[in-house]
């Protein structure tokens, strides 16, 4: 069935003198002179988290359509991709990157991000929870190389099968399960899981603030929490929001991947230093993937790419007429590609 389009805006972020903030998905932090949006966090923080919720039809409705999106979409991805639905890890160097590189780049990826957060291939990692799990690729590689127990989220019906039939395939079925779940209400009990892993579905996010607190809710005292997401820059100090034509380039990708507002690297920060979390560490990945949305962009235009986007539908030919507008965006530096890392105290 069709649904109602909605125009899910891009972030204006205040000033540190604003007061109030855009309607609908955008999630601000702005000083007020150490007053905070509530007294636990006061004493925290020293700022304000200002997050203007979706009305209740438009969170439905944004949720409907990520799930109808990579319902329609996945297993075109796999067929072209593989495992992993994310970006991968590539020789900023290289002059020219094969095309069998691609697969194993995103692996790469993994081991890059698990290696930038302090965690060594030697020791078993625990218990981990893939939020956003797509069809599974990142929850059976930290399964089967690093010995990891994994349980996985995805708002997709159609990744959740496919990811369980994967693992039970793998011989993998003990060690990692998925099931359909809100990021934002995620239905495991508080401090759970040594690892908490969010590959590329912050951008999904409609409330920024509360999908960090669920991440925080349901890390074991100790554990290691992972977000790698795409972000827009962060802003001047003298600037109060992204310029026009920054926001009519977010505005048309956030319009074809169905996303709500972004937000930049140093806003997640701050939001993690409200919880006074440890070892919080944040890098621009951006050189590192630059070369995965031309290889994407050409694994489509093949015969059998082409062909096999026609028989998906038009969520996903939206999507991929939108590729350009990323590699557009990396190019203007507006598109950042951002790992952050911390670990939850004790």
Known sequence: MASTRLNYPTCRWSSPAATTLPPRTCLGVAGVNGAAVSSKKKKKSGFELRAVAATAMEAVELKKDIAEFYDESSGLWEDLWGDHMHH??????????????????QTRMIDEVLRFAGISDKCPIGNVVDVGCGIGGSSRYLASKYGANCKGITLSPVQALRANALAAAQGLANKASFQVADALAQPFPDGQFDLVWSMESGEHMPDKAKFVDELVRVAAPGATIILVTWCHRDLGASEQSLQPDEKKLLDKICNAFYLPAWCSTADYLK???????????????????APFWPAVIRSALTFKGFFSLLRTGMKTIRGALAMPLMIQGFKKDLIKYSIITCRKPE
């Open 88 to 105: 991968g890890f590539y020789d900023p160097k290289a002059a020219d990157v094969s095309v069998s590189d691609h697969r194993a780049a």
């Open 271 to 289: 939001l993690l230093e409200s919880y006074s979390l440890k070892d919080i560490k944040a890098e621009d990945w951006s050189p590192y993937v």
